[in-house]
């Protein structure tokens, strides 16, 4: 049986990852300006992708290294908190100490 996927939830995919480009753009200071002339961009290649537009993996890749994370980092939790800033999600899945306080580090924790 083939996956199927709606194509509001591919839209809504889209849109969710361009929030999370926005985000990461301003969060370090860069203006629209700043993606064309210092680091190569078109400047409607850019608009098009923090507004949600198809964007493939070869260029996630290049604005996973320009934001200096990995391309699972930029991924995470689009689909699950589609709202949640990076740093909302890294809170979310953390283990709160009371669960942790007391497990012995196994090489997998450390």
Excluded at 25 to 48: A, T
Excluded at 79 to 91: G, L
Excluded at 93 to 101: H, I
Aim: proline share 2%.
């Amino acid at each position: 049986m083939a996956v199927e996927i709606e194509d509001a939830e591919y839209t809504q995919f889209l849109k969710t990852l361009g929030n999370r480009i926005k985000q990461l753009r301003k969060e370090r200071g860069y203006s629209l300006r700043d993606m064309v002339i210092h680091h190569g961009y078109n400047d409607s290649q850019w608009r098009r992708y923090e507004r949600g537009g198809a964007i493939n993996v070869h260029s996630l890749m290049k604005i996973a290294k320009l934001f200096e994370m990995s391309l699972s980092t930029l991924l995470d939790g689009l689909a699950e908190y589609p709202q949640a800033s990076i740093q909302d999600i890294k809170k979310q899945r953390a283990p709160t100490s009371a669960a942790t306080k007391g497990k012995k580090k196994t090489k997998q924790d450390r």
